[in-house]
T-cell receptor, first 111, second 110 residues
Framework: DTAVSQTPKYLVTQMGNDKSIKCEQNLGHDTMYWYKQDSKKFLKIMFSYNNKELIINETVPNRFSPKSPDKAHLNLHINSLELGDSAVYFCASSQDGVSKFFGPGTRLTVL | RKEVEQDPGPFNVPEGATVAFNCTYS??????FFWYRQDCRKEPKLLMS???SGNEDGRFTAQLNRASQYISLLIRDSKLSDSATYLC???????????FGTGTKLQVIP
């Protein structure tokens, strides 16, 4: 029944590692997003995909690479993790670009 | 100046009180405005859109002042369950550009 799901919920890893976060939505929405929320609670958009096509790519290091195998999935791969990557990463989906449904978040801690 | 600014709070109010938050935005071309609610360690959830004429949803009233470039959220008869962080969201360029405020924390006290 979960509309937008993310895995894993928690991710603790060492600097320099590569990790992936997966996101799936069962709402039939065309647009999916990745957001990063830092320790100061600032929620910032990273990427937006519409029907598997990248439409927004904010200033994000190229160590972050999104992949959308189909419109229901948007995964995020992060290479060479750094301490500053520690944050909560939220996936979201929307049909109209207005009402966004967020996933439960992935809390990433880089040690 | 930040694109979207909010007083971080916390606003500590007793149950039953009325509380209001403002959110200012810097881009006069901003088109759409929303309030989201985020509970501690949870995801943001859309609370309500903000229309030019103002709109109400139960105990919640949202207003937009384009001349002064701010939106407001009024909560009447506060409940303990209203305790959360309220995020202001502003869009322009046809929803391509969506900016979240850092949120205002509300704590309703018994």
């Amino acid at each position: 029944d979960t509309a937008v799901s993310q895995t894993p919920k928690y991710l603790v890893t060492q600097m320099g590692n590569d990790k992936s976060i997966k996101c799936e939505q069962n709402l039939g929405h065309d647009t999916m997003y990745w957001y990063k929320q830092d320790s100061k609670k600032f929620l910032k958009i990273m990427f937006s995909y519409n029907n598997k096509e990248l439409i927004i790519n904010e200033t994000v290091p190229n160590r972050f690479s999104p992949k959308s195998p189909d419109k229901a999935h948007l995964n995020l791969h992060i290479n060479s993790l750094e301490l500053g990557d520690s944050a909560v990463y939220f996936c979201a989906s929307s049909q109209d670009g207005v009402s966004k449904f967020f996933g439960p978040g992935t809390r990433l801690t880089v040690l | 100046r930040k694109e979207v600014e909010q007083d971080p709070g916390p606003f500590n109010v007793p149950e039953g009180a009325t509380v209001a938050f403002n959110c200012t935005y810097s881009n006069s071309a901003s088109q759409s405005f929303f309030w989201y609610r985020q509970d501690c360690r949870k995801e943001p959830k859309l609370l309500m859109s903000v229309y030019s004429s103002g709109n109400e949803d139960g105990r919640f009233t949202a207003q937009l002042n384009r001349a002064s470039q701010y939106i407001s959220l009024l909560i009447r008869d506060s409940k303990l369950s209203d305790s959360a962080t309220y995020l202001c969201v502003v869009t322009h360029r046809g929803y391509q550009k969506v900016t979240f405020g850092t949120g205002t924390k509300l704590q309703v006290i018994p």
